[in-house]
Nanobody, 123 residues
Framework: QVQLVESGGGLVQTGGSLRLSCAASGRTFSGYNMGWFRQAPGKEREFVAA????????YYADSVKGRFTVSRDNANNTVYLQMNSLKPEDTADYYC????????????????WGQGTQVTVSS
């Protein structure tokens, strides 16, 4: 098991930026594919972005493509989500997740989850 702790959420105006971090501890970070998901009030959790361990291939939801960037620092056991040009519809709790064999967009494939960090974008 790997423990995940997100940070970096907050309140930002439309058009602003935030960088979320997800720090991993416990079992080695190596080998885990990492994903970011979000859940807005009254809505289901949805895929945002993911990055594979070995190839560092990235995946994005259409709604964030071109605005968000996922990256990872394996030496420091951290994955990041840089969010630019934020919109009110990006308001949600953001979760990072880790998994071995995953379809990147499938939440059910990730076995380890953080507690979430709240992002609020004001209009």
């Amino acid at each position: 098991q790997v423990q995940l702790v997100e940070s970096g959420g907050g309140l930002v105006q439309t058009g602003g930026s935030l960088r979320l971090s997800c720090a991993a501890s416990g079992r080695t970070f190596s080998g885990y594919n990492m994903g970011w998901f979000r859940q807005a009030p009254g809505k289901e959790r949805e895929f945002v972005a993911a990055i594979r361990w070995r190839t560092r291939t990235t995946y994005y939801a259409d709604s964030v493509k071109g605005r968000f960037t996922v990256s990872r620092d394996n030496a420091n056991n951290t994955v990041y989500l840089q969010m630019n040009s934020l919109k009110p519809e990006d308001t949600a709790d953001y979760y990072c997740a880790a998994g071995w064999l995953v379809t990147p967009t499938s939440a059910r494939d990730y076995g380890n989850w953080g507690q979430g960090t709240q992002v609020t974008v004001s209009s």
